[in-house]
């Protein structure tokens, strides 16, 4: 089946401007992931979601950085007055929570390369 | 707080041989999970390979290997017979069986190039 999609795959824009990331997950998984990759640096996690819970935002860098996942599918996030700073890969994960299992795969889309001029 | 480390930006292998990529980590945690993604110029991240830290037996996959050392906590990913394929950025992540999340922790990368 299809994999998770990411729109846009590539995205520019003036400093100060907002920003919105689309993500849409494999269809019938309960959890969904955003993180960011930063130029040279590996992946830190931002938000998660699973099922109807509240989502788990502790990594999130700033009160510019939202995320909201409606239906329990497709999510985005939202970054406000942008930095250049906020100029990474914005990647998206979902996995499907198997009973009995504590591991849980996660599958990763595109991302979408954010660059804030 | 876990942290990973990968300590090579950047490795290179001829086409056919065998590379290994070296990861640790730091936790006080006794049991935990460990994996290693491959990211191709595409950005998609792919799981290669992953390892229980309860199990002291090394995963395999097919071509891909591990070298887990509990005690040394450290989670090296072995490459046999290289393909022009295999040229990707490779992570080690980290998962926290108390994670309820089941976020994962990431170490900086290892450009792995492979020459024909």
């Known amino acids: 089946g299809a994999g998770v999609s990411q729109s846009p795959s590539n995205k520019v824009t003036e400093k100060g401007k907002d920003v919105e990331l689309r993500c849409d997950p494999i269809?019938?998984?309960?959890?969904l992931y955003w993180y960011r990759q930063s130029l040279g640096q590996g992946l830190e996690f931002l938000i998660y979601?699973?099922?109807?819970?509240?989502?788990?935002k502790s990594g999130l860098p700033s009160d510019r950085f939202s995320a909201e996942r409606t239906g329990g599918s497709v999510s985005t996030l939202t970054i406000q007055r942008t930095q250049q700073e906020d100029s990474a890969v914005y990647l998206c994960?979902?996995?499907?929570?198997?009973?009995?299992?504590?591991?849980?795969?996660?599958?990763f889309g595109p991302g979408t390369r954010l660059t804030v001029t | 707080a876990q942290t990973v480390t990968q300590s090579q930006p950047e490795m290179s292998v001829q086409e056919a041989e065998t590379v290994t990529l070296s990861c640790t980590y730091d936790?006080?945690?006794?049991?935990?999970?460990l994996f290693w993604y491959k990211q191709p110029p595409s950005r998609q991240m792919i799981l290669v390979i992953r390892?229980?830290?309860?199990?002291?037996q090394n995963a395999t996959e097919n071509r891909f290997s591990v070298n887990f050392q509990k005690a040394a906590k450290s989670f090296s990913l072995k490459i046999s017979d290289s393909q022009l394929g295999d040229a990707a950025m490779y992570f080690c992540?980290?998962?926290?069986?108390?994670?309820?999340?089941?976020?994962?922790?990431f170490g900086g990368g290892t450009r792995l190039m492979v020459k024909p």
């Open positions: 994960a979902s996995s499907l929570r198997l009973a009995g299992s504590l591991i849980y795969e996660q599958y």
């Open positions: 269809s019938g998984h309960t959890a």
């Open positions: 979601f699973q099922g109807n819970s509240a989502p788990d």
């Open positions: 936790t006080s945690e006794s049991d935990y999970y």
């Open positions: 390892q229980e830290a309860y199990k002291q």
């Open positions: 992540a980290y998962r926290s069986p108390n994670n309820a999340g089941n976020m994962l922790t």
